[in-house]
Antibody, heavy 120, light 107 residues
Framework: EVQLVQSGAEVKKPGESLKISCKGSGYSFTSYWIGWVRQMPGKGPEWMGIIYPGDSETKYSPSFQGQVTISADKSINTAYLQWSRLKASDIAMYYC?????????????WGQGTLVTVSS | DIQMTQSPSSLSASVGDRVTITCRASQSIRNFLNWYQQKPGKAPKFLIYAASSLQSGVPSRFNGSGSGTDFTLTISSLQPEDFATYYCQQTYSSPPYTFGQGTKLEI
């Protein structure tokens, strides 16, 4: 069974750094792109970027380029999303999801989400 | 970036109704269009890919159609578990693979 399990909710202060994780199981982790999606309160999903754990190639949305870093450690089947300096505007639910990789690239499996709260 | 616009933003319906949600792309995306369902407090669930192909396990009352810039998601006979928010997403060409803003289906 394919599963993506994300790290738990985080409460941080503005300016702090943060790294959240997404551990894949039940499939060949290095053979599928993993993406990150932001969903701000009451809003639709926003595609942030993707990583191919096999070689760590990454692609970012221009809206998120330079604002976050996506990485992966294929030895432990885990992808990461990190911030160097959080802002109040980063408050959101963040999901990881697997790109099916069939050309149409839907996100076919999703993590349960990680809620990030930023407050002074 | 390709912009995706859904209409309506919200829709009231009853069990047994037939409903249609529309998604329009800012340029042609051929049939690189996916649909998701999201319930409160849950991750989105993948329903349809390639505009009209149902993901395994998705009930046949869900139907997707369209190509180019205009797409629809139709639910033929609403069931209680279908009340949720629906999102389209384009995956044409290169990223970012943008989502629509959503359509909330309410009783």
């Amino acid at each position: 069974e394919v599963q993506l399990v994300q790290s738990g909710a985080e409460v941080k202060k503005p300016g702090e750094s943060l790294k959240i994780s997404c551990k894949g199981s039940g499939y060949s982790f290095t053979s599928y792109w993993i993406g990150w999606v932001r969903q701000m309160p009451g809003k639709g999903p926003e595609w942030m970027g993707i990583i191919y754990p096999g070689d760590s190639e990454t692609k970012y949305s221009p809206s998120f380029q330079g604002q976050v870093t996506i990485s992966a450690d294929k030895s432990i089947n885990t992808a990461y999303l990190q911030w160097s300096r959080l802002k109040a505007s980063d408050i959101a639910m963040y999901y990881c999801a697997r790109h099916r990789g069939d050309g149409y690239n839907p996100f076919d499996y999703w993590g349960q989400g990680t809620l990030v709260t930023v407050s002074s | 970036d390709i912009q995706m616009t859904q209409s309506p933003s919200s829709l009231s319906a009853s069990v047994g109704d037939r409903v249609t949600i529309t998604c329009r792309a800012s340029q042609s995306i051929r049939n690189f269009l996916n649909w998701y369902q999201q319930k409160p407090g849950k991750a989105p669930k993948f329903l349809i890919y390639a505009a009209s192909s149902l993901q395994s396990g998705v009930p046949s009352r869900f139907n997707g159609s369209g190509s180019g810039t205009d797409f629809t998601l139709t639910i033929s006979s609403l069931q209680p578990e279908d009340f949720a928010t629906y999102y389209c997403q384009q995956t044409y060409s290169s990223p970012p693979y943008t989502f629509g803003q959503g359509t909330k289906l309410e009783i």
